[in-house]
C-alpha cells in the first residue's frame, strides 16, 4: 500500500492549484486522510484533515481558501487551494490511516491497520 500526491507547481500570488494523492494497494478501507506542509527550516504542520464519514479540519492558516475532500471510490484525497500566498510555500505531504488487506492460503481474510503512512510530498511554490 502507497500514497502517491502530485499536482504541486510554481504559481503567482493569489492563484490555484488542486493536489491529488491516490491510495494505491491491497486497501480494504480509508480512515482518516491529511494533508501536511513543511517549508525549509521549518517543522511539518497539518494543513488539513478528513474522516471517512466527511468530517474535515483546517490549520486557522488555511481557513476560507483551502478545501480538502475525497473520493472514496477512487482512493483519491484533494486539496483545492485558492488565493495562495508566498507563505504556503512548502513540500505538501498526503498522510492517512489504511486497513490493508490480505488473504491467507485459505482464503480468509486479515486486515492489518496502517497507521500513518506517508506519500513522497510535492512541491508547492508560490511567488510574490
Known amino acids: 500500500v502507497q500514497l502517491q500526491a502530485s499536482g504541486g507547481g510554481l504559481v503567482q500570488a493569489g492563484g490555484s492549484l488542486r493536489l491529488s494523492c491516490v491510495a494505491s494497494?491491497?486497501?480494504?478501507?480509508?480512515?482518516?486522510m491529511g494533508w501536511y506542509r513543511q517549508a525549509p527550516g521549518k517543522q511539518r504542520e497539518l494543513v488539513a484533515t478528513?474522516?471517512?464519514?466527511?468530517?474535515?479540519n483546517y490549520a486557522d492558516s488555511v481557513k476560507g481558501r483551502f478545501t480538502i475532500s475525497r473520493d472514496n471510490a477512487k482512493n483519491t484525497m484533494y486539496l483545492q487551494m485558492n488565493s495562495l500566498k508566498p507563505e504556503d510555500t512548502a513540500v505538501y505531504y498526503c498522510?492517512?490511516?489504511?486497513?490493508?488487506?490480505?488473504?491467507?492460503?485459505?482464503?480468509?481474510?486479515?486486515?492489518?491497520?496502517?497507521?500513518?503512512?506517508w506519500g513522497q510530498g510535492t512541491q508547492v511554490t508560490v511567488s510574490s
Open positions: 498522510n492517512a490511516d489504511i486497513d490493508m488487506k490480505e488473504y491467507g492460503v485459505d482464503q480468509t481474510l486479515t486486515l492489518t491497520r496502517l497507521s500513518d503512512l
Open positions: 494497494g491491497n486497501i480494504f478501507s480509508i480512515n482518516a
Open positions: 478528513t474522516t471517512s464519514g466527511g468530517s474535515t
